[in-house]
């Protein structure tokens, strides 16, 4: 085991437990079964947390809080669902107001059963939580060795599920900067994404290290402009460089295109920044939500 996986910080969310499931945690957390002993520290801060431990079921209230929590951990994180409720909604999986288990609103990595779950299981489970992270943290760590070997590749249809699974990932910091997740980013269903892969004039790029899909942006033309669209990548991988050369990669494969137009929400300074740097100027706005307006950017080709 790794130094990484030694001392992990766990954050602890009841999504709407009987309380049940919770004591179990607590009494592991306590000096009964005491895993501070073995490094493990509970922590209230998700921005410190490697380990998001969820116990109860996913109701209307809780969905939006654990999407919240999620993606506010640091990569790599884990998760963890605890209890019978947390596997699946568990003896409230046909109460009106319940949507499910921890796994239909984000991934899950290891489920610890029982009802209540016993303090022994769940230690088991945050150990095996320690082996997803420590295989997390050395695939990352091996990408992040290898970004000088990245591709820039066209991207075809069959990619479309790993592009939306690092779309919504790539979105999530979006949605925390808006408060608002009903970005259409965050909304794409799989089969809208391959409708747009079978559109003509829709071209895909894709920013690939060891196999692996960590970036991407899209494009099409209107007329003699190309509207270039979802610049996304992993958040692990931001600030090297790979947003601008994929802005520079898809503009590449508009060689007719005598303008290139972009648009970004008008709080996302980094976004803004790039665009910025790479010789785009805003030129209108238009509302999208309360929260959200659109920034629309413009290039001439030189
Ligand atoms: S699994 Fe059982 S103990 Fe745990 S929250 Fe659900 S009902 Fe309560």
Known sequence: ?????????????????????????????????DIERLGVINTGNPKHADIFLVTGAVNEQ???????????LPEPKVVVAVGACALSGGI?????NISGGVDSVIPVDVYVPGCAAR?????DGVVLALGVLEKKQKEMTSLANSLDQALYLRAEK????????????????????????SLPALQQTL????????????????????GKIIGSVRGHTVDDTACISRV?????????????????????????????????GHRSERNLFQFHAQGYQEFKTEPFT????WVYLQKERK
């Open 158 to 181: 069959s990619d479309a599920p790993e592009i939306l699974a690092l779309q919504k990932t790539a979105y999530q910091s979006e949605a925390e900067i808006y408060g608002d997740d």
């Open 92 to 96: 409230f999986s046909e109460c009106y």
């Open 62 to 72: 809780s969905k939006d809080v654990i999407r919240n929590i999620y993606h506010q």
């Open 232 to 264: 996304i990548v992993h958040p692990y991988f931001r600030g090297r460089g790979i947003g601008r050369r994929l802005v520079e990669e898809i503009e590449k494969t508009f060689p007719n295109a005598k303008r290139f137009e972009v648009k970004t």
């Open 191 to 210: 089969e809208e994404l391959q409708k747009d892969f079978e559109r003509p004039e829709q071209v895909f790029i894709k920013t690939v290290v060891n």
């Open 119 to 123: 303090p022994e299981a769940i230690i």
């Open 290 to 293: 309360p929260a959200i307006t």
């Open 1 to 33: 085991m790794s130094s990484f996986s030694k001392s992990p910080w766990i954050i602890h969310y009841d999504a709407s437990s009987c309380n049940g499931c919770d004591i179990e945690t607590l009494a592991c957390l306590t000096p009964g079964f």
